[in-house]
């Protein structure tokens, strides 16, 4: 099965929507974060020509491999946004994504990262949440970015699944498609190989996933409650942030 | 969606309108200036995986 | 009484370890954040000759207004820095910080953060804790970090007092020395002004200060719990982020 | 401490040692290849502020 099959049936049996909840707990945080500017930077140059530049209206972000597309929704109404765009593999993701605001600028497209239908220089931020290991090559991933990305853009990449986190190494097999699982290193060194300067990495714990009396283990899901305290509370959300210096 | 273009040659795309409401093309398709592949758009979201990623593309 | 005077006496009568305890809270999940290597980059080219480069033996890093001197020491300690030095103008300060560590890889020195004593593009990245708003003239610091520090490079300005955190106002009259109060896009403005590119702002919270029940207030400090709660759980520490794009 | 210079023209500075032991030096001053400043090296600490924000500067 392909990513985007097993994903669009999850979008159909409502998964999207239980993805966004979990993830809020972290995702949140890391949108938080983010630079994002309402309104046109006093450092952008523009002649009154060019007035129509959504820049003009702050800043535009890209959600890659967005899901239910909470960020962009979030990154609008915190920090108002000028622009925001998720996109998706999965055209069942992308279609209840766009049903779940009628916000005019929030859009949503189906595509594929490796393979980004934005121009050179259009996106000042990009963001994406338990997408980037899905990547085939994700070296191409980071070369779309940091071709899309403005000079001093972001790309804010958030997973929960990598080498340190040990217990995320059994998602492949449960999944059923192929997943990247680089270390905290790998990552560092593949944002800087792709011309990103690495701005900071951190792990950002999950303090609300509720975890049961030590009593109720073993669960259907975790052996001991020492292991998901682990998972959720330690691990949590690697994040890594890259700056385009180009 | 001024920014977009075509997701193999990044060149500019042309709109072509099947149907439309007052706020956006619910139905229609957009055409690379470039190498003409053309990529539809369908309840107002345009589907711009590279043609043979498409789930109508032959397996 | 200049700044340095002021801190001098700090230092003298122990005050150096109750901010080292105090600002910990918060430092460490700033700490945790900076992309400090600890082996030389793969992609930093280097002919053999340029071997005795302390960048062969991982990043060099800077802490600005260094106080008891506790970043670097935790950056030799937890990500193996190469090198770690910090500053401080109070020359008390800086001979405390030194008398606390014999790790020959750390080094303190009294300097004045708006005349950096390094040379150009020597530092991978700078750290500074409640210090950056002692600046007489804070563009000047932004400058001289942005000399020092080499493409790609990052500052991880730290700061307890800000516009928008309404209970830090009243310290300069409370320590009597000036004291810059920039808002949170003021910040922001100002990094990307001196040619900085900003990586990412947030507040981090400080979840481990004590808060008395509701009872003891209003305490010396505050006059409710509410105010105290605001000023350590929402508040927090603003971390500004900066990445040297030149 | 390699990348160390003058506080005021980032010139290069040259060691001049009064004391030292086996690691370091306990005493002396560095002084600037460009400018000639001096500036004062005690209990193994230098002391690079600019010179009229020393401690010992005429108030
Ligand atoms: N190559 C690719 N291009 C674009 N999206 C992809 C992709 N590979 C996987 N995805 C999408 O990435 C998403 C991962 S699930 C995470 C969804 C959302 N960001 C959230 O935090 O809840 C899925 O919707 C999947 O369809
Ligand atoms: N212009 C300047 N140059 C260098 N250090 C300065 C300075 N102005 C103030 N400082 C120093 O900045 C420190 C602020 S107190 C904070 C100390 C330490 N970073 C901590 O987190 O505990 C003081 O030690 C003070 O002497």
């Not at chain 1, 905290?184 to 011309?195: P, T, V, W």
Request: with cysteine; glycine share 6%.
């Amino acid at each position: 099965m392909s990513v985007s099959d097993a994903f669009d049936e999850w979008a159909r049996s409502g998964k999207d929507q239980g993805m966004e909840r979990r993830h809020w707990h972290t995702a949140k945080h890391v949108l938080a974060r983010m630079p994002v500017e309402s309104e046109a930077r006093s450092d952008s140059e523009q002649s009154s020509e060019e007035r129509s530049d959504p820049r003009d209206e702050g800043d535009t972000v890209l959600d890659l491999g967005c899901g239910s597309g909470y960020a962009g929704r979030a990154l609008r109404e915190t920090k108002g946004a000028g622009r925001v765009y998720g996109i998706d593999a999965a055209p069942e993701m992308a279609h209840n994504a766009s049903s779940y605001t009628d916000d005019p600028r929030v859009g949503f497209a189906i595509g594929d990262f490796e393979h980004l239908p934005f121009d050179d220089d259009s996106i000042d931020h990009c963001f994406s949440m338990e997408a980037f290991y899905y990547a085939q090559d994700p070296h191409a991933v980071l070369a779309e970015l940091r071709r899309v990305l403005r000079p001093g853009g972001t790309f804010y990449c958030a997973v929960n699944r990598w080498e340190e986190h040990v217990h995320s190494h059994e998602w492949e097999e449960l999944v059923g498609v192929p997943m990247l699982l680089w270390s905290e290193a790998q990552y560092r060194e593949a944002f800087r190989e792709a011309g990103f300067a690495v701005a900071s990495q951190d792990r950002i714990p999950d303090t609300e996933t509720e975890i049961p009396a030590e009593s109720d283990f073993p669960t259907e899901d975790w052996e001991t409650r020492e292991a998901m305290v682990e998972r959720y509370r330690e691990y949590g959300t690697l994040l890594t942030v890259g700056v385009n210096t180009a | 969606m001024d920014i977009i273009c075509c997701p193999l040659d990044k060149h500019e795309l042309d709109l072509e309108v099947d149907e439309r409401d007052d706020e956006e093309v619910l139905a229609g398709s957009l055409v690379c200036t470039e190498c003409g592949e053309s990529y539809p758009i369908e309840d107002g979201i345009p589907n711009l995986l590279p043609p043979d990623m498409r789930e109508d593309a032959p397996a």
